[in-house]
């Protein structure tokens, strides 16, 4: 570190003009139960309590989402909501076609809601859409019933929550409508090719939409863009959604890494590099996403985003801090491209091991893995108007944003064994005070439940020379306090 303070310090220069709204919707979160792979749901609600975990309630108001999808995923397209109203000793068992086992449906429209409470998030709903034109979901056979609903059960949906006058839902107990702005029409639709083809989905869509409208017509639609879907949808249904939305699973760039395997831990400089080079992945979708919807006033979510690796049970290696620092710098894309992205995540919600996952339940425990630790950090520390990063060293990894007189910096120090000291300036402006929130670790520590504190982030003050040093493979959350050059 004193070498490191005697060298030159590089420049980190910042244009306070804004350029776009940024949305607090790019740190979502998402909950699909997944039955007898993890059992993510079942295993999240206390049934000794009956109730939700206490501890994933907690866990979760620090992570801070501002938005909760569910119920997923896949698990959408067979899932009939009104199974999962009414006495919940009364509410039928079924069966989860996507991820084997059952389940109960103790969790359903009113626990997720009070979860969202509890937690101080919104709901972004995602309703069952034919079954995504899967068969072999929609009639399942071995006495399953029919699992597909059309658009008259989406928008029966919309009014049981949105209607304060609808008697259904005051009936089994909430007199209060839940409001939820946000209704995703269809997931990963195109990924099947026994499902709906382009022109059916974009056809049924419109059909979904205009119904789920006519009973709330302030609500905001998202559909099912992805895998080149995204311009047909947009022709069809730009008047009637807000938004497109796609999925991101995030693969290293070469097809043999450290990472599909065991032997990451025996070079923690190759694993490093391939978690590194994320970023690049998440660049390349956003990218083309953007030039599919060109032209047309819709936005877009992802709705879903993660790292994408051959097998199960990868949460070794996402467990580790290079993970964290990974997941930052494909946030850091994320809010570059908030102009057009404004529903996004990096992680899915909690308790699978095969994912990278923000949130883990053992037992009576849970805790934040180093993605939930990033989220946080960048959630809690964040303006609302992106702005340009003019200069910044080539080691880091640096977005910028703005509310009022305040700037706040994301900086991820992508050198694993240099820090990188750095001195900050703000065009046209005079930086009064500056706070860092820091959290550097051995890229190669792995965070379990008996761990997790260890990335607490630390808070320090930022000296009046405005010069401060960045440890390796830290991520960091900056604030200044400024005021108008000359005043």
Known sequence: MSLARSAPASQVVIDPRPKFDLSPGLYMQFMEPLGSTEGSIEAAWDFRRDDWHAELVRVTKELAPPLIRWPGGCFASYYRWREGVGTPGKRPTMVNLCWGGAETNRVGTHEYMEFCRRTGARALVCVNFESDGRRHWARPGHGLGVRS?????????????NDPANAERR?????????????????????????????????????????????????????WGDSGWARRMCEVNADVLDYVAFHNGIRPAWKRTPLHFEDWREDPAETWKHLMSGCRCAETKLRRMRREIAGFDVKLALTECHWSLPGRHRSSVQATWAAGVAAARVLNVHSRHGDLLKIATMADFCGTSWMNNAVMIKGRRAHLMPVARVMALF????????????????????????????????????????????????????????????????????????????????????????????????????EFTTRQAGR
């Open 379 to 478: 959630r809690r520390h964040v303006g609302t108007k992106a702005v340009t990063v003019a200069k910044a060293p080539r080691d880091l990894d640096v977005t910028a944003s703005r509310r009022g007189k305040k700037i706040f910096l994301h900086v991820a120090n992508v050198s694993r064994t240099r820090p990188v000291r750095a001195k900050f300036s703000v065009s046209g402006m005079k930086v009064l005070s500056g706070r860092a929130f820091e959290i550097a670790e051995d890229p190669m520590l792995e965070i379990h439940l008996h761990t997790a504190d260890l990335l607490e982030p630390r808070e320090r003050k930022l000296p009046t020379s405005m010069v401060w040093t960045f440890p390796p493979a830290s991520v960091s959350a900056i």
């Open 149 to 161: 609903a059309g658009p008259a059960e989406a928008a029966d949906w919309v009014d049981y929550c």
């Open 171 to 223: 009936k089994n107990g909430a007199r209060a409508p839940f409001d939820i702005p946000l209704w995703q029409i269809g997931n990963e639709t195109s990924y099947d090719p026994h499902g709906f083809d382009r022109e059916t989905a974009a056809r049924r869509t419109r059909v979904f939409a205009k119904a789920m409208r006519k009973v709330d017509p302030d609500i905001r639609l998202i559909g």
